[in-house]
């Protein structure tokens, strides 16, 4: 039995914010939670312009009995087109994600992130399948 969850993910160049505020309207998106670049930790905020530091990291929303995450892509990460829908693997075991993000890149997959620790998660990373389906695959702390 797998235990984890799977999550779309919008990924867009400095509009989740409007994004956000769209689906709250719209959709009756609840914000479960939101973190702008501005609210990491100091060593990653260094250098970040204010425009920057007010783009989301990331937010969580109810919509429904369903979730989405949405955020902007990060400074120096290529942009993406238009808007980007990505799915987040979420676990809770560090070895879990380890096996799933090898398992994705098997026959062509590629790796966009290698796996690793962050400030926000004990393992994170992003990979796209053989069929051009990109992944997140994060471990809860």
């Known amino acids: 039995m797998m235990n984890f969850q799977l999550t779309p993910y919008l990924m867009l160049n400095g509009t989740a914010k409007e994004a956000v505020q769209f689906y709250q309207k719209v959709l009756g998106a609840e914000v479960v939670f939101i973190q702008t670049f501005g609210e990491g930790p100091e060593e990653f905020v260094n250098g970040l312009s204010s425009e920057e530091k007010g783009r989301i990291a990331h937010s969580?929303?109810?919509?429904?009995?369903?979730?989405?995450?949405?955020?902007?892509?990060?400074?120096?990460?290529?942009?993406?087109?238009?808007?980007?829908?990505?799915?987040?693997?979420?676990?809770?075991?560090?070895?879990?994600?380890?096996?799933?993000?090898?398992?994705?890149?098997?026959?062509?997959?590629?790796?966009?992130?290698?796996?690793?620790?962050?400030?926000?998660?004990?393992?994170?990373?992003?990979?796209?399948?053989?069929?051009?389906?990109t992944f997140q695959v994060f471990t809860r702390k």
């Open 60 to 133: 969580v929303l109810k919509i429904g009995d369903s979730a989405l995450y949405v955020g902007d892509v990060e400074t120096g990460m290529a942009p993406v087109r238009g808007g980007q829908i990505m799915l987040c693997i979420t676990t809770r075991d560090v070895k879990e994600s380890q096996r799933l993000y090898e398992l994705l890149q098997k026959d062509g997959g590629v790796v966009n992130q290698p796996l690793q620790s962050t400030y926000f998660s004990p393992s994170y990373g992003v990979v796209t399948d053989r069929f051009g389906v």
